[in-house]
């Protein structure tokens, strides 16, 4: 079946890199996108990329897609404490009738 | 420009009862969708209306149920509550139908409290 997957964890020190990684299973996907949620509050859209794209670079954001492995990145450059979040990998359904998303990566930033 | 609201931001209820939620999209957008997040299942698609019609529900019994108003708010009705249902439920509003094509914007949630 359609399946996303990300893992779970991710510690860093302020000022690192952090790179959340995503795996999907629907080769149709035509967006795929991240999301970030802060604690107690809803998703927010971060950034998305179009399937003919293999890289995208948004400020300290960066998106990496591989389409021939379904996989995608999301590098954050210089991670700040207000990066702290659960960040979300999702792509649309076969049908393109709904979002399927990660069960999220905790993103932890120690100073 | 407002983005996605909803309300009530929390909502306690007791097991049997009923629990209305309420959505407002991006002023333009015809589709909206509804999420749950469920501790420890992650979010899940629950229903997605465009247009005034269901276009599409999740796997979720009959008694999780909505509608969409003409003027593109969304409600999700859902009855006889068990506490499992307990969960932040998320509106998403989109530009057109599809989740394909079209980015899905978030609201707060309402985090629904099942005693």
């Known amino acids: 079946g359609e399946d996303v997957e990300q893992s779970l964890f991710l510690s860093v020190r302020e000022g690192d890199s952090s790179v959340i990684n995503c795996t999907y299973t629907?080769?149709?996907?035509?967006?795929l996108y991240w999301y970030k949620q802060e604690p107690g509050a809803g998703l927010q859209l971060l950034t998305y990329i179009f399937s003919n794209m293999d890289m995208k670079q948004d400020q300290r954001l960066t998106v990496l897609l591989n389409k021939k492995d379904k996989h995608l990145s999301l590098r954050i450059a210089d991670t700040q404490t207000g990066d702290s979040a659960i960040y979300f990998c999702a792509a649309p359904n076969q049908a393109g009738t709904a979002l399927i998303f990660g069960k999220g990566t905790t993103l932890s930033v120690s100073s | 420009e407002a983005g996605v609201t909803q309300s009530p931001t929390h909502l306690i209820k007791t097991r049997g009862q009923q629990a209305t939620l309420r959505c407002s999209p991006i002023s333009g957008h015809t589709s909206v969708y509804w999420y749950q997040q469920a501790l420890g299942l992650g979010l899940q698609f629950l229903l997605w209306y465009d247009e005034g019609e269901e276009r599409n529900r999740g796997n979720f019994p009959p008694r999780f149920s909505g509608r969409q108003f003409p003027n593109y708010s969304s409600e999700l009705n859902v009855n006889a509550l068990e506490l499992e249902d307990s969960a932040l439920y998320l509106c998403?509003?989109?530009?057109?139908?599809?989740?394909?094509?079209?980015?899905?914007?978030f609201g707060a949630g309402t985090r629904l409290s099942v005693l």
């Open positions: 998403a509003s989109s530009l057109q139908q599809g989740a394909r094509e079209n980015i899905q914007y």
């Open positions: 629907d080769s149709s996907s035509t967006y």
